[in-house]
Every structure is written in C-alpha cells, then in structure tokens.
C-alpha cells in the first residue's frame, strides 16, 4: 500500500501543467470578453463631461425657470403611411393654449451615435404644433424640444417609443 506522502511525491509532476493551463483558460476567457465588448460598443460617449459638470448649476436654474412659466406640454407620436408624426399640445399655467410660438425639437437617439435628427414644429391648431419626420431606426428616443414666445423659453425631453 502506497502512503500519502509516496503519492504526493510521484504525481506532482502534472501541477505546473494545471497552473498553466489555468493561465490558458483565462488568457482566452478575456480575449473573448475584450472582442464581444469592442464588436458591441455604441461609441457613445459624454463629450466635455468636465464642463457639463462646471455648467450644473446653470442647468438647475434653467430646470426652475422653466418650471416657473407653468407650462405644461403633452406629446404624442403616430406612425403614419409616410413615417412617423410627432404632435406637442402646449398649455400656459391658466390652461389657455399657447400659440405663436416656435418650437423646434431634435431627436435622439439614446443607444446608437450617427442617427440624430432636428425637426421643426408647425402650429396646426390652438396650443397644437406638429412635424412629420422618417426615424432611422425603431425603437427609443430622447425628443429634446424647445419652445420660444415672446422672450420666453420652455426647454425639455421626452423619452419616445418609436415602432417601425
């Protein structure tokens, strides 16, 4: 009968092997990892994140001054024979429709760089503006409009559901 020690002493021969292996195993496992994460990058990235950071302040105020106009937009999007449309239906903080204004929006798209988009709005109704527009892709997107009127300015987004 062969103790523990006579066994330990004749099989140790494959260890380095199994430590190298191991080696191999992760060396492929990271490679893989690496190539999957660089085929699936969107290249989206925050450009100036440092000055985006020194502006905050002045994105608050801008968030409150909006707030103080009391106006209130509701946003409606159909997909049409021709695309899509997009529909705001602006109201002040009587309730009164807000006409004349001019409204200009651009849409984004949260997931993939390249396929941004600006449209204009066109007053076809009270408080009622509309824009037709082809999106490139179905799917989310960041609506970020701005109306102005009479010196005042109402800037905000929306997250949309486009269907193809």
Same mark, same amino acid.
């Given at each position: 009968?062969?103790?523990?020690?006579?066994?330990?002493?004749?099989?140790?021969?494959?260890?380095?092997?199994?430590?190298?292996?191991?080696?191999?195993?992760?060396?492929?496992?990271?490679?893989?990892?690496?190539?999957?994460?660089?085929?699936?990058?969107?290249?989206?990235?925050?450009?100036?994140?440092?000055?985006? $950071?020194?502006?905050?302040?002045? *994105?608050?105020? +801008? =968030?409150?001054?909006?707030?103080?106009?009391?106006?209130?937009?509701? #946003? !409606?999007?159909?997909?049409?024979?021709?695309?899509?449309?997009?529909?705001?239906?602006?109201?002040?903080?009587?309730?009164?429709?807000?006409?004349?204004?001019?409204?200009?929006?651009?849409?984004?798209?949260?997931?993939?760089?390249?396929?941004?988009?600006?449209?204009?709005?066109?007053?076809? $109704?009270?408080?009622?503006?509309? *824009?037709?527009? +082809? =999106?490139?892709?179905?799917?989310?997107?960041?609506?970020?409009?701005? #109306? !102005?009127?009479?010196?005042?300015?109402?800037?905000?987004?929306?997250?949309?559901?486009?269907?193809?």
């Amino acid at each position: 009968m062969m103790g523990a020690k006579a066994w330990l002493m004749r099989g140790d021969r494959w260890i380095p092997g199994l430590i190298v292996l191991g080696f191999i195993v992760m060396i492929i496992a990271n490679g893989t990892m690496v190539w999957i994460a660089l085929g699936t990058w969107t290249g989206l990235t925050t450009d100036e994140s440092y000055n985006r $950071g020194l502006a905050y302040n002045e *994105t608050i105020a +801008q =968030a409150e001054a909006r707030d103080a106009l009391g106006w209130t937009v509701d #946003i !409606a999007t159909n997909t049409t024979a021709d695309g899509h449309e997009a529909e705001l239906v602006l109201t002040d903080a009587d309730g009164a429709p807000i006409d004349g204004a001019i409204v200009v929006g651009r849409f984004v798209r949260p997931t993939h760089e390249g396929y941004d988009f600006n449209v204009d709005f066109n007053q076809v $109704g009270a408080g009622r503006y509309r *824009t037709a527009f +082809q =999106a490139p892709l179905p799917g989310q997107w960041d609506l970020r409009f701005e #109306i !102005a009127r009479g010196g005042e300015i109402y800037r905000a987004a929306e997250r949309l559901r486009l269907s193809p």
